[in-house]
């Protein structure tokens, strides 16, 4: 069974930072392309970013690309967004989540829909 176990929400003042960690579980890491995605309340999901564990493409969205950044620790089948500088408007649930059993997705991690997701870890930025 497929998990994908966030971490490391929590409120924040603005420009401050937070690490999102997201762990795998019951998938091959090295095949999977994983990413964050969030929901604020009354707008629709919005993808952040992307990576392919076996060293492939990776995708960040241009919105946020000045101030996250996403990367994995192989061994630890772990994928971390760094967020800097939040403000409020980046006040969310935010989701891991992966594009599991797609051929080619290394090529094209985040381009495509997540077909799993996480339970969410909320990120509030307010002073």
């Known amino acids: 069974q497929v998990q994908l176990l966030e971490s490391g929400g929590g409120s924040v003042q603005p420009g401050g930072s937070l690490r999102l960690s997201c762990v795998l579980r019951?998938?091959?890491?090295?095949?999977?392309?994983i990413g964050w995605s969030r929901q604020a309340p009354g707008l629709p999901r919005q993808k952040l970013a992307a990576?392919?564990?076996?060293?492939?493409?990776?995708y960040t969205a241009n919105s946020v690309k000045s101030r996250f950044t996403i990367s994995q620790d192989v061994a630890k089948n772990t994928v971390y967004l760094d967020m800097n500088d939040l403000k409020p408007e980046d006040t969310a649930m935010y989701y891991c989540?992966?594009?599991?059993?797609?051929?080619?997705?290394?090529?094209?991690?985040?381009?495509?829909?997540?077909?799993?997701w996480g339970q969410g870890t909320q990120v509030t930025v307010s002073s």
């Open positions: 989540a992966a594009d599991l059993g797609r051929p080619g997705a290394w090529t094209d991690c985040g381009l495509h829909d997540f077909n799993h």
């Open positions: 019951g998938y091959s890491f090295s095949t999977a392309c």
């Open positions: 990576i392919y564990g076996g060293g492939g493409s990776q």
